[in-house]
């Protein structure tokens, strides 16, 4: 509205002869600029460069969990493996030749363990001792507690 009123003050001044002012003029109003919600381009630069530098302090810890959560795995993953091939050897007098022949009254079946680099584990049996193992996220071979094999 008050735009509206500004235009046409300026029309009427146009009207008028030069030297010649209007009697009834009201004192030329300059509307205000009003203020947009948002925010500044500043703002937005310092909040991103603020949260790229909490992100780079994160990101190793979280690196960090993650190799430990894989190795935590791994460890769990064998200790259940033994379990099996315990209640295998109690139940059938000897290791199984081959961890498939521990499903599916021992794991479930279509069960497969993995090592932290997606490699299926390595088990070897000769009936009397096992060795059952899988690599850590630093390459360095796990060997199951219930091992008894080299």
Request: charged fraction near 25%; aromatic fraction near 4%; hydrophobic fraction near 40%.
């Amino acid at each position: 509205m008050l735009i509206e009123e500004h235009a046409v003050e300026i029309q009427a001044q146009k009207r008028e002869k030069p030297g010649q002012e209007a009697e009834n003029q009201a004192p030329l109003i300059v509307p205000k600029r009003k203020r947009c919600a948002g925010f500044t381009l500043i703002e937005v630069v310092a909040v991103t460069a603020m949260l790229g530098i909490l992100a780079a302090m994160v990101m190793p810890s979280v690196e960090g969990a993650n190799d430990k959560a894989k190795n935590a795995k791994l460890k769990s993953d064998l200790t259940t493996l033994d379990n099996a091939i315990q209640l295998h050897k109690l139940e059938k007098g000897k290791y199984p030749d081959k961890l498939a022949e521990l499903q599916p009254l021992y794991i479930a079946k279509g069960k497969v363990f993995k090592d932290t680099k997606d490699d299926n584990l390595v088990y070897t049996s000769d009936g009397s001792v096992y060795k059952l193992s899988g690599a850590a996220v630093d390459k360095t071979v796990v060997v199951s507690d219930g091992s008894n094999g080299n």
